[in-house]
């Protein structure tokens, strides 16, 4: 009986210190933001290559998220132009390298919309793990 308390005992500790390990990091990346026109641009400048098919990008113009956010990758989508470039491309490779740099152009049916002098942030995450929030002023074309 007293062997059978130590063997539950001991499975539970296994069971939570498993469940309490902690998850997979983040990649590293240095990425740097630019918004020209309707135009928001973000050059990957160092650190891990980033899985194009995990990531997902968040955009707020003055601190309001967009209304329909880019489904990265894609190639069309409602509240975009049509072809972004590079990791934010669904023909893109699978990894999104140092040198690389991705884009795609906000329609103006996205509200808000950018306009010069307006704030922009991007959140880029990896598989819902945060990996850099960005900032910029959209520039005039």
Sequence with gaps: MLLLAITVVLAGGVVTAALDAP???APSAMLSLSAVDDRIAIAHRGGD???ASELSVR???DGEPLDRQ???PFFSAAGFHPGPTGAFNA???DRWRVG???SFRVAGTNDPTLEPG???TVEVAVDGRPVATLETVVEPA
């Design 23 to 25: 998850a997979e990091p």
């Design 49 to 51: 290559a980033l899985d």
């Design 59 to 61: 955009v707020r113009v």
């Design 70 to 72: 880019p489904p990265v």
């Design 91 to 93: 023909a893109s490779a």
């Design 100 to 102: 690389g740099t991705a």
């Design 118 to 120: 307006r704030t922009v």
